[in-house]
Each structure stands twice: as structure tokens, then as C-alpha cells.
């Protein structure tokens, strides 16, 4: 069975570029485009790791993670960070609020890959 991953981003052309290369790579994809949409999309099923932008309308990346840890469904769900933000404020905010791991765009996405497979157990 196909692991799911949820990529969260305001950038249609991102979510694309990153669904394509998780979905070549065996994954299910669910895409939202921003934190409040994502949160309206997690509903129980099982998500193996979320990838989030940092800065999107409606809820930034940050307190996506934020509320997502405190979800009693997803609280043990790896994140990754995606993003243009390279401040160690906002990688320090990241982690603080529960982000795995930070991938500075633009990425290649091999590197997007290889953090996955290091996320998602088995």
C-alpha cells in the first residue's frame, strides 16, 4: 500500500512539481493550498509525513505545524518545511514547533525525496 503524503502550498506550480516527483517516486499525494485548507483535509486518515510551505495566505507553515501537534490523530506526523526562508528565526520557529526538517527552495527533487524516505517508516 502507497504511503500518502500531504504537500501544503499556496504555489499551484509547486504543488505540481512536488506531486510529481512524490508520485513518481510511489507516494499517494494530497495536496492543500494553504494551512487552513490542510487542516479541513486532515480528517483521520492516515498521513505518513506533511511537506508545508513557511509563508501562505490564511495560515503560514508555522502555525500549521503548531495545530497539527496538538491533533491527537496527527501529533506524531513528520513535517517538512519548504520554503524560500533561510533565517535561523524561522528555522529555530520551525523546530520549536515541530518541523522535522527544512528544504530551502528551490530544491531538487531528489533532496525532497531522499528527506521523505528518511521520514516515512515503514
Not at 31 to 46: R, W
Request: with cysteine; hydrophobic share 45%; aromatic share 4%.
Amino acid at each position: 500500500m502507497a504511503k500518502t503524503i500531504m504537500i501544503v502550498d499556496d504555489s499551484t506550480s509547486l504543488r505540481q512539481v512536488v506531486g510529481i516527483a512524490l508520485r513518481s517516486a510511489g507516494y499517494d499525494v494530497v495536496e492543500a493550498c494553504d494551512g487552513k485548507d490542510a487542516l479541513a483535509k486532515l480528517t483521520g486518515q492516515k498521513v505518513h509525513l506533511i511537506v508545508s510551505d513557511v509563508n501562505m495566505p490564511n495560515m503560514d507553515g508555522i502555525s500549521l505545524v503548531r495545530a497539527i501537534k496538538q491533533t491527537s490523530a496527527y501529533k506524531f506526523t513528520p513535517i517538512v518545511m519548504l520554503t524560500t526562508e533561510t533565517t535561523d528565526e524561522k528555522k529555530r520557529a520551525g523546530q520549536e514547533a515541530g518541523a522535522k526538517a527544512w528544504v530551502v527552495k528551490p530544491f531538487r527533487p531528489e533532496q525532497l525525496l531522499a528527506v521523505a524516505q528518511k521520514l516515512v517508516l515503514p
